[in-house]
């Protein structure tokens, strides 16, 4: 087999065999392939596609490139949960209590951020002692006994993946729906996940800016999944402006605890819930999704989710006692108000701005060599639709120095007003179940 002949044939439009996928994935791995024939792989896909057949062999083929998790200890049917990313996306430190509360097994391995603000671990860490370093026999004993259990990335999981992204990255073919469909579902399956749910996001602070694109994106990772045999579901929300009001580690920590309680915002709230169900669905725990939609609003008035994640940050040698008293997190030396210079309807917030404020601040990561500050971040206390008299609050920076003039002048600049009433975005756009 020759891999001209795979580009010849990808060139012309035709389907490459399940062999011929294996093929290229398996000795690009071992770098029997030079990158320039790759690369003309890469763009032939991204101009002539791939069938779901296609897809789903590629996703395999890089599942299979490396190590791959063996969750086959854990009771149940472990669902993961995966989201394109966004500006104050706290929806996994919701999730996994409240997923985890209704009997579902929640055996989450998570990154670290680059960008905006902290991975979900990075969020965790703002916990006085959390530690994810866990044992396979810790993170499964863990699971089997409180449902909850989040470990860090390890292993060798899907090299091919890696590789291929960092060409992509260079050759102009990252925006290629079946190449990001098998990356992204790829990771999800090494991880051994049984089945997945996927949290699309399009609006200005996505990836996919479009509705139409993250139509094709999620519809073509469930199907990815459900031709490998993983029951998938997904669902399109906004993130044209920042989700919930609190983009920063521990201020996202403190965000998740109130939304356990019943008190968080309206929009993650929401999200948490529609995102919830399906994980509790194809989790074997409720027939359909109103019935899990009961079974979570229940665990958060009884208070057994909030229990859990008390449980799950002691089992992973955390303080639980910050739940009870989030002035226990890290707090920021300074805050300051950001009163609102007109009156009228908040018509638009630009959340990658926002949230490049925020990493401003220290809540993220530049590069990957960038100490995050825990403490700080950004509180919005208006969102697209609300209306604000002059003087108003429309955000608290939490930060570690007095020098916030930059930060001040983003937030000024890309916190839109009208005269006019705003409606607020449509978070759910769809959902996507086959």
Do not use: W
């Amino acid at each position: 087999m020759r891999m001209v002949d795979l580009i010849e044939k990808k060139r012309d439009g035709k389907e490459l065999t399940t062999e011929e996928i294996r093929f290229f994935i398996e000795q690009y791995t071992n770098d029997s392939i030079p990158d320039y024939q790759v690369s003309a792989l890469l763009m032939a896909i991204y101009f002539q596609d791939m069938t779901d057949r296609e897809r789903a062999d590629l996703t395999l083929a890089m599942v299979e490139s490396g190590d791959q998790i063996d969750l086959s200890g854990i009771k149940g049917i472990k669902v993961d949960k995966h989201s394109t990313g966004g500006v104050g996306d706290t929806t996994t430190l919701v999730l996994g209590p409240l997923v985890a509360a209704c009997g579902v097994p929640v055996a989450k391995m998570s990154g670290r951020g680059l960008g905006h603000t902290g991975g979900t671990i990075d969020k965790l860490e703002a916990i006085e002692g959390f530690h994810v370093e866990l044992t396979t026999e810790e993170f499964t004993k863990q699971v089997n006994e409180l449902k909850l259990a989040v470990i860090g990335q390890s292993g060798n999981l899907t090299p091919a993946d890696k590789k291929l992204y960092a060409l992509r990255d260079v050759t102009g073919t990252v925006n290629s729906i079946p190449l990001i469909a098998s990356s992204i579902m790829s990771k999800k399956i090494a991880a051994g996940a049984d089945a997945i749910v996927l949290d699309v996001k399009t609006g200005e602070g996505a990836f996919m800016k479009t509705v139409e694109d993250a139509r094709l994106l999620a519809k073509a990772m469930v199907q990815i999944g459900n031709n490998v045999g993983r029951q998938t579901m997904a669902i399109i929300s906004d993130m044209s402006q920042p989700l919930g009001f609190a983009i920063g580690n521990a201020l996202e920590v403190q965000e998740a605890i109130d939304t356990l309680r019943g008190k968080g915002p309206a929009d993650l709230t929401e999200l948490c819930l529609v995102l919830g169900s399906q994980m509790v669905v194809v989790g074997g725990k409720a027939k359909d999704l109103d019935e899990a939609r009961s079974m979570l609003l229940e665990v958060i008035e009884n208070g057994s989710a909030l229990e859990i994640l008390k449980d799950f940050i002691q089992g992973q040698g955390g303080n639980p006692a910050v739940v009870d008293s989030p002035e226990l997190l890290p707090q920021a030396k300074y805050t300051f108000e950001v009163p609102s210079k007109e009156a009228g309807f908040v018509s638009f917030i630009e959340a990658d701005e926002v949230g490049t404020a925020a990493m401003l601040l220290g809540a993220g990561r530049a590069t990957k060599e960038s100490v995050i500050d825990l403490a700080v971040g950004i509180v919005l206390h208006k969102k697209v639709g609300d209306q604000v008299k002059l003087g108003d609050s429309l955000a608290t920076i939490h930060a570690s120095t007095e020098n916030i003039d930059q930060v001040l002048a983003i937030l000024y600049q890309y916190i839109e007003f009208s005269k006019d009433p705003v409606t607020a975005p449509k978070l759910i756009e769809e959902i996507i179940t086959a």
